[in-house]
């Protein structure tokens, strides 16, 4: 079936397979990664070394129904202020460990929503993080719920300097947002966008999802173009993970109204069609952005990344993850924090760093990661420092038999149409793909 600019084959499509913002994925991670782990990778990195912070806010005003984040109500004071106090604590630990070396570029704030802390309490944050790691000024970026935004937020931003916020708003359709328990107005997203353009803000991403309960075509046109019409910078638009079994919460979403997979390829396709149409760059294979943006053009020159946080134009090569369940990468291990508050806070609190799990990274996962990243995000891959090239070709003839990838030596090309098909081409290159389909989410 032929949708849009794609064709709709349903077999290639038919095993869930992982997002890949990291490899090895989190399904590889193991409790045999730990403390010291951790403190040998921060005592590995070298002195000119660029870093990038991220610091998780794992609250939010209100629980949405499809969120697998790990978030909690911030509904009471000093259950924010322990952790805050706790997440102080852990940004000085590790930046004692490193003792001046790195260059910090970039200081991400995610969660959860980091504004169910207060303005103050975030304010405070950005000016720990820049003084104990000698960042002079990064590039900050924040994730932002539009419900609770409010004017001393935007000013906060400003004053920190923030210059990308990532706003989470799903769908413009009040009866899908209630579907979702994600209850927001229109006005509300418009007033927080207004706020932002007046604090500074360079680039405001918009987080949009199709497969939503109840979501036709036409309903995700709407979203599109109200996200068009507020003038967002960029948009990620995702596939709804619907898996009960991990997220226990999604099991208030009525399963029978989901979209089946042949009209979330559908909807897919269509957010891409408008969305290029619109005049926006395709990053990726879920991301846009107008082509000015930074991220367009890291794309552009060849420079596109992906981590943890999905496409970005970050090219630092260490990542550090700071609060409960975050999660650094360094070259050769990726490692995450204690998920469960009570075990991070006492971790920290005993001077101890707060990895639970992770996953070291072998020569050949560095190999394979590149090359997964480079084919996601450049659509072409070099798999010539990778052993197995033979089984690969195998596992990807029927791609090629559909004119979906093709090869030069050992370079693997994503033809245009591979598109929706990206993550599972690129899970041929995954050595540790196993039999437990039912820990990813669809394909599309």
Known sequence: MRVGMWTYHPDLLATPVPRYT??????????GVGPADMAAALDRVEADAELSLYLHIPFCHEICWYCGCNTGAANRTARLDAYLSRLSEEIEQVARRLGGRGRVGRIA?????PNAITPQAFLRLVAQAKAA??????????EVDPRGFDAAWAGALAEAGASRVSLGVQTFNPAIQAAIGRVQPRADIAITVDLLRHAGVESINFDLMYGLPGQTDQALAESIDDSVAMGADRLAVFGYAHVPHLIP???RIDATALPDAEARFAQAARAHEMLVGDGYAAIGFDHFAQPGDAIAVAAREGRLRRNFQGFTEDEAEVLIGLGASAISQFPDLLVQNEKNAGRWHMAISSGRFAAARGVRRSVDDQW?????????????????GIAGRAAIALRLARFAALDLVRWEGSVLLLAPEALPYARVIASALDGHRGPAATRFSSAV
């Open 22 to 31: 990291s490899y090895p994925t989190a399904a590889e991670f193991h409790d």
């Open 109 to 113: 704030f995610g969660g959860g929503s």
């Open 133 to 142: 790691f000698g960042a002079g000024s990064p590039v900050l970026s924040v």
């Open 249 to 251: 919460r999604q099991r």
């Open 368 to 384: 394979r990661a590149a090359a997964i990243e480079e084919l996601l995000c450049q659509g072409r891959a070099d798999l010539g």
